[in-house]
Nanobody, 122 residues
């Protein structure tokens, strides 16, 4: 199983970015599972940003990004997205997509991870 993120970059505060995570190596839509975006800033723990569970397709967000970020999935393309608007310097981090059996705050719940994509907001 491979998860490959893209779309990171450097933007000014108030700007927007869309992150993409392409999943390959298993049938993306056969079994209910959770796909999520995490982020990790230097010296900080990895934190859950947004998640979506195929069983109900209801997204969930960290309080710090509610109203600014949107998580979505395209099962036909086995792709996960994170649309980010009104970016702030505190959003600066490495962003990772992850997949696991259910949505949880703990990174250890997730079986598969991408390599990460850097987002820098100045």
């Amino acid at each position: 199983v491979q998860l490959v993120e893209s779309g990171g970059g450097s933007v000014q505060a108030g700007g927007s970015l869309r992150l993409t995570c392409v999943v390959s190596g298993y049938t993306y839509y056969i079994r209910d599972h959770c796909t999520a975006w995490f982020r990790q800033a230097p010296g900080k723990e990895r934190e859950l940003v947004a998640s979506i569970y195929t069983g109900h397709n209801k997204p969930d967000y960290a309080d710090s990004v509610k109203g600014r970020f949107t998580i979505s999935r395209d099962n036909t393309k086995s792709t996960l997205y994170l649309q980010m608007h009104s970016l702030k310097p505190e959003d600066t981090a490495m962003y990772f997509c992850a997949s696991g059996p259910y949505c949880e705050l703990r990174p250890t719940t997730y079986n598969y991870w991408g390599q990460g994509t850097q987002v820098t907001v100045s």
